[in-house]
């Protein structure tokens, strides 16, 4: 098992940036590629941004190329969203999730998800 904690949500104005933080626990973090997905209300979840193991390759939404980036830190087990130049679309609970395979883009690959934390963008 794998347990993952979603931290540094919180309400922020357009144009403005936030770091989201997912720390891992359970088995070996640097087995795990790491993606970051989110859901407004009334949408499906959807892909964000994703990382391999090791950090070498990473994958991302198209509406969030330019503004967002994923890192990883292996000898913390955490993963960073850092997310810039946000819009209100961008609004939605951000989960982090891991899987054992490479970078996914889809919901079904990742076996591990965290609880969510909310972002929300005013504008």
């Known amino acids: 098992q794998v347990q993952l904690v979603e931290s540094g949500g919180g309400l922020v104005q357009a144009g403005g940036s936030l770091r989201l933080s997912c720390a891992a626990s359970g088995r070996t973090f640097s087995n795990y590629a790491m993606g970051w997905f989110r859901q407004a209300p009334g949408f499906e979840r959807e892909f964000v941004i994703g990382?391999?193991?090791?950090?070498?390759?990473?994958r991302y939404a198209n509406s969030v190329k330019g503004r967002f980036t994923i890192s990883r830190d292996n000898a913390k087990n955490t993963v960073y969203l850092q997310m810039n130049s946000l819009k209100p679309e961008d609004t939605a609970v951000y989960y982090c999730?891991?899987?054992?395979?490479?970078?996914?883009?889809?919901?079904?690959?990742?076996?591990?998800w965290g609880q969510g934390t909310q972002v929300t963008v005013s504008s």
């Open positions: 990382i391999s193991q090791r950090g070498g390759i990473t």
């Open positions: 999730a891991a899987t054992n395979s490479g970078v996914q883009t889809t919901r079904g690959a990742y076996a591990y």
